[in-house]
């Protein structure tokens, strides 16, 4: 069955640029009819939508993240990525990713285990 | 579109029926989901279309609304349902709403 495993780096400094991946494994992303998404839970908070893309490029971003945000398909090596720039404390969460429904519905039937992102000095 | 979800928490005795109630500030049409997540977990999708549910749920859980009034029922609570339950509209990109926590009475 599909699985998805975020990766990138645990802690990054203020005003640096987040990068982080998402590796499908057991299927393709080039797969039509599927939105791949992030989403982000701040520590003991609820979930935020980052955003999400289709295996063919097309995004679609959370209005209040939109100037920060870029995400992006590989479909030769099987993975999708968020970079999210101009970081800052408040950007510190759990990143996960996920992938949708199908039929092209924003609803996430598959998720990675999320990964921890430490914005600090 | 801001989504409220009602109550924050609830106590419910096992076997007992939970309802759990998600409004949105506009309508979004059936473009609602429901996700349950337990301590240190990934969510987990429970309904989507505001009444389809996610693949391996089992029966008692249900979702009804439309427009701007959902709810997510789960009958005779079993230990493994209590959890954090969030709604999501994507009918306009994707907010979640502040999750309702369902503890055990």
């Known amino acids: 069955q599909v699985q998805l495993q975020e990766s990138g780096p645990g802690l990054l400094k203020p005003s640096e640029t987040l990068s982080l991946t998402c590796t499908v494994s057991?299927?393709?992303?080039?797969?039509?009819?599927?939105?791949w998404g992030w989403i982000r839970q701040h520590p003991g908070k609820g979930l935020e939508w980052i955003g999400y893309?289709?295996?063919?490029?097309?995004?679609y971003y959370n209005p209040s993240l939109k100037s920060r945000i870029t995400m992006s398909v590989d479909t030769s090596t099987n993975h999708f990525s968020v970079r999210l720039s101009s970081v800052t404390a408040a950007d510190t969460a759990v990143y996960y990713c996920?992938?949708?429904?199908?039929?092209?519905?924003?609803?996430?039937?598959?998720w990675g285990q999320g990964t921890m992102v430490t914005v600090s000095s | 579109i801001v989504m409220t979800q009602s109550p924050a928490t609830l106590s419910v005795s096992p076997g007992e029926r939970a309802t759990l109630s998600c409004r949105a500030s506009?309508?979004?049409?059936?473009?609602l989901a429901w996700y349950q997540q337990k301590p240190g977990q990934a969510p987990r999708l429970v309904i989507y279309?505001?009444?389809t549910r996610a693949t391996g749920i089992p029966a008692r859980f249900s979702g009804s609304g439309s427009g701007t009034e959902f709810t997510l029922t789960i009958t005779s609570l079993q230990s493994e349902d209590f959890a954090v339950y969030y709604c999501?509209?994507?009918?306009?990109?994707?907010?979640f709403g502040g999750g309702t926590k369902v503890e055990i009475k």
């Open positions: 057991g299927g393709s992303i080039s797969r039509g009819g599927y939105y």
């Open positions: 506009e309508s979004v049409y059936s473009n």
């Open positions: 996920a992938r949708g429904v199908g039929d092209y519905i924003n609803a996430f039937e598959i």
């Open positions: 893309i289709s295996y063919s490029g097309t995004t």
């Open positions: 279309g505001a009444s």
């Open positions: 999501q509209q994507y009918n306009n990109w994707g907010t």
